[in-house]
C-alpha cells in the first residue's frame, strides 16, 4: 500500500526507518538550481548558437532575431542574467 494515515510511500519508509536515520529523508522538501545560463555560455553554447541563428529564426517567424541576438549577447557579457538587468 502507498498511503497510510496520510503518509505517502509507507513500505518504502518502513524499509528505510531499519537502515537510515529518519532525519535523512523526514524533512520538507528542498528545491534545488539548474545552472542552464552556465551551460549555454559553456558545453551547450554551440547548440544555443545553431538555435540563435537568424535565418533560421527568421525562417521559423517565431521570434525577433534582432531581439533575440540583443539579448543573447547580453546574456553572454553578464549584463543581463535570468530576465534582470545587472546595474
Known sequence: MFHRDGVGKHSLRELLYRELPRELFERPKAGFAIPVGEWIKGPLRPWAEELFDAGRMAADG????????????????????????KR
Open 62 to 85: 517565431w521570434f525577433d532575431p534582432a531581439i533575440v541576438h540583443f539579448r543573447w549577447q547580453d546574456h553572454l557579457s553578464g549584463r543581463r542574467r535570468g530576465g534582470v538587468m
